[in-house]
DNA sequence: CCCGAAATTAAAATCTTTTGCATTTAAACA
DNA sequence: TGTTTAAATGCAAAAGATTTTAATTTCGGG
């Protein structure tokens, strides 16, 4: 949290009441949208919903946080953890299993020098069947 | 895509002009928002936007098609195909590329072995800085 | 070819997100 | 602690995306 903090100020943004408590809103918790952000931040501060949008892209932008898949209309969003690991998750019993990156390390540089990009940020899900379920 | 076709029917859907158009649309080609696929169906026959998005809804219940998620603020649509592919988008132009999906197979089958999961669906999604932005 | 269920259209309603501008505020510094 | 100012916010309105309603058309079986 404190770190998420002090990248916000070592970028030249400022610490205001909202922008805090948009990150405390998502913080250890499932994908929110807009709205519910709002709804959160109601509660601790004056805040107005197009200040919510403008943060969320802020900080989607300086990585803090990534919008996620939803069945809803409207984008969710989520803390991005500093330590990103990869998960596989089970469809049936929902069981994680992290994996080692380095495969998807080594994928991405292969795509880096395929497609002239540079790859700042990534979004890597994937669903299975645990051994138990299987 | 017959078998996509074949699908719809047995499961008492009718094979509208409309709906046929909506999965050429999405057949061999990136990602693409509702009025993307507007546009391309409009080329081949009489269309609405709402019969766009009426169906986008159905073709998701079925499993032919799945929501993938963007930089935009409107949803994206790509079909659920064995083959499926994958791009990196540029975080400020938003332009896309398409890369090959070996590297992520090879990944994926590595990541099988390694956690005796049998995967069967996945997310992935890439943002970078393309050559023009860099 | 005819019928009925299903699908489509067009228009309007409803969400969601963005923008312009006046006002306020965080934070650097005297 | 007060002053300063770029950055951030609030408010309102617009823009954009999606859904709904009700009337009309079309698919596909008999």
Redesign the interface.
């Known amino acids: 949290m404190d770190d998420q903090f002090g990248k916000l100020k070592s970028q030249g943004y400022k610490l205001t009441k909202q922008r805090c408590e948009i990150l405390e809103a998502l913080d250890d918790s499932p994908p929110l949208v807009a709205e519910e952000i709002f709804n959160f931040v109601k509660k601790h501060c004056k805040v107005n919903l197009s200040t919510i949008y403008r943060n969320l892209a802020i900080l989607q932008?300086m990585g803090l946080i990534r919008?996620?898949?939803s069945?809803g209309?409207a984008?969710q969003y989520e803390l991005v953890k500093s330590n990103c690991k990869h998960a596989?998750e089970?469809?049936k019993c929902g069981a994680k299993?992290i994996?080692?990156e380095c495969?998807?390390d080594?994928?991405?540089a292969?795509?880096?020098v395929?497609?002239?990009?540079?790859?700042?940020?990534?979004?890597?899900?994937?669903?299975?069947?645990?051994?138990n379920c299987?």
């Not at 395929?114 to 051994?131: D, S, V």
């Open positions: 932008k919008k996620v898949n069945l209309q984008n596989v089970c469809l299993v994996f080692s495969f998807f080594q994928m991405v292969e795509i880096e395929k497609t002239h990009y540079k790859i700042k940020k990534h979004n890597l899900e994937l669903y299975g069947t645990c051994p299987a």
